[in-house]
């Protein structure tokens, strides 16, 4: 079983930043997969950035070049460096892990960007 905890969210002004954090309760390193999603009001949940084994690191269009995601694995947490950000960034973030072919969920946490 992986927790997941995130923290960091807030509320923030256009064009400012923010730095989600997850802590894992397992080893990342073993990890298939870890990342970040984000899901709005009435949207779907989407991709914002994740790493995998298979992969690397992948980015979705939408954050390309303002979002960073980095992984600390003496510290088992992933880490999402919000840059520029737009008020269509508001949602609320997940952190995801992928385990054994299992999918493992953090509770989320909000992002607001007014205008």
């Known amino acids: 079983q992986v927790q997941l905890v995130e923290s960091g969210g807030g509320s923030v002004q256009a064009g400012g930043s923010l730095r989600l954090s997850c802590a894992a309760s397992?080893?990342?390193?073993?990890?298939?997969?870890v990342g970040w999603y984000r899901q709005a009001p009435g949207m779907p949940r989407e991709i914002v950035a994740t790493?995998?084994?298979?992969?690397?690191?992948n980015v979705g269009d939408s954050v390309k070049g303002r979002f960073t995601i980095s992984v600390d694995n003496a510290k088992n947490s992933v880490y999402l460096q919000m840059n520029s950000l737009k008020p269509e960034d508001s949602a609320v973030y997940y952190c995801?892990?992928?385990?054994?072919?299992?999918?493992?969920w953090g509770q989320g946490t909000h992002v607001t960007v007014s205008s």
């Open positions: 995801n892990a992928v385990w054994l072919g299992n999918d493992y």
């Open positions: 790493v995998t084994k298979t992969t690397g690191t």
């Open positions: 397992g080893s990342i390193f073993s990890f298939d997969a």
